[in-house]
């Protein structure tokens, strides 16, 4: 710690509930003040770590992130208000965090994170904290972080579930802890996991899950407490029950096992599999939903899926056979071999990405997206499904709210969330 890094007066009224924690004190708030952390995404889990940090006092914020506000952002990403609609974030973000703590350094990045620049924009930080919510972009700061010995801060939220760990902290004998590759060595298959676009997440869930994800990066700037390293947080809003999973070092960790072979930044869109599904997609089979009236009114054999969450199959469904995109890895064998099928969702976006993912990792070659979803249904079939467009909801289908049971696996697992 530098010798003439000292609180001013405002600075000391400021952190003075800090400097009064004995565990903390002056040196803890001292520690903040001369640290450099950078946050990747301004989002949901982004505004509340952004806001925690910049009140704590860390000294300097990068912020990475290249998107604009956006109508849907506004209940849950709390940095942004209804006039911010439009604008970018990074910038949006700095005014407020500013306003905030005039007393910190606000760093923009206005740019996506990539294998080309990460190492770079990285090098100038104490520590890296993710809000994003896609796995290119996990295993991409986590390599990185790993390559820079660098603490990775992660978390994640889908719907009511939050997961928060800490990655690569070195412990008192210089020895690194584990990382999100030891926790998950490959990614799930695209399409397998919905994104909070898809499925959904609770307004609230991110500043919980986010405010712990300060938490810890407070911790591990300050040298207080126990870090969540080498532990997985798993949160459950529903039930406020909450499960620590331990997570070991893999001997075979391609990145830091005992044999690695990753040293550098690879392609993580090629090495998620995205790539594939892009070259799959302009393949792919569909069928109109005048098609789809024709097979159920001739009696054609066929099986028709449906993907969607079991709330939304409760307010409007056309008869599928209820499977949501996050049980489907579990019920691939409810998936018929024998007859065409056709899987749907609310626009056709869901069902068009699990079929490219069914595809390619497990070689089905029957299976059919209905093009447009149920909103397409709803336009062209049934028009008492309306009135219809992306913000209201469907009425409910009279006579046909069928829903088909949800197996799940009896046995405890930890799967990544987006």
């Known amino acids: 710690m530098s010798d003439d890094l000292t609180l001013n007066d405002d600075e000391r009224l400021r952190y003075s509930r800090h400097v009064l924690i004995p565990e903390f004190n002056l040196n803890g708030q001292l520690r903040l003040k001369q640290s450099r952390v950078l946050a990747v995404g301004a989002g949901g889990l982004g505004s509340p770590i952004l806001y925690y ?91 990185a972080c790993v390559l820079s010995g660098k603490p990775y801060i992660y978390g994640s939220i889908y719907q009511f579930e939050g997961q928060v760990s800490v990655f690569n902290v070195t412990n008192s004998h210089g020895e690194a ?23 959904g997440v609770l307004g609230v869930l991110p500043g919980i899950i986010g405010s712990m994800m300060a938490n810890e990066c407070i911790k591990v700037l300050t040298g207080i407490g126990e870090p969540l390293s080498g532990r997985l947080l ?22 830091s096992g005992n044999n690695p072979t990753i040293r550098e930044l690879i392609d993580y869109d090629e090495f998620c599999g995205l790539k594939s599904l892009d070259k799959q997609t302009t393949a792919m089979k569909e069928v109109t939903v005048q098609q789809l009236k024709s097979m159920i009114d001739n009696q054609e054999a066929h099986q028709l899926i449906d993907v969607r969450e079991e709330y939304e199959y409760q307010i409007v469904n056309i008869g599928g056979e209820l499977i949501p995109l996050n049980t489907m890895e579990e019920n691939r064998q409810r998936i018929a071999t024998d007859k065409p ?33 149920v909103l397409a249904w709803a336009r062209e079939i049934e028009t008492a499904f309306l ?16 829903i088909a049971p949800i197996i799940r696996n009896s046995t405890p697992s930890v799967k990544p969330t987006i």
């Open 387 to 402: 009135p219809i467009n992306n913000h209201t909801s469907l009425s409910t289908r009279k006579g046909n709210n069928r």
């Open 177 to 199: 802890g584990p990382n999100y590759r030891d926790l998950f060595p490959t990614p799930p298959p695209p399409g397998m996991v919905p994104g909070c676009a898809e499925g």
């Open 53 to 143: 940090l910049a009140a704590a006092g860390v000294g300097t914020l990068g912020i990475v992130e290249f998107d604009r506000v956006d109508q849907s952002n506004l209940q849950r990403q709390i940095l942004y208000t209804t006039r911010d609609i439009g604008k970018t974030k990074a910038r949006t973000a700095r005014e407020r965090l500013l306003e905030l703590n005039p007393h910190i350094q606000v760093e923009l990045h206005e740019t996506s994170l990539t294998a080309a620049n990460a190492l770079e924009i990285i090098s100038s930080y104490d520590l890296v904290i993710d809000g994003t919510d896609n796995f290119p972009t996990r295993y991409l700061v986590n390599d």
């Open 234 to 255: 798993l949160f459950d809003a529903l039930s406020f029950e909450t499960r620590s999973l331990l997570v070991k070092k893999d001997p075979n960790n391609p990145l």
């Open 341 to 373: 099928v056709v899987v749907m969702c609310r626009s056709g976006v869901r069902s068009a990405r699990i079929i490219e993912a069914l595809e390619q990792h497990y070689g089905y070659n029957n299976l059919y997206n209905l093009k447009g979803g």
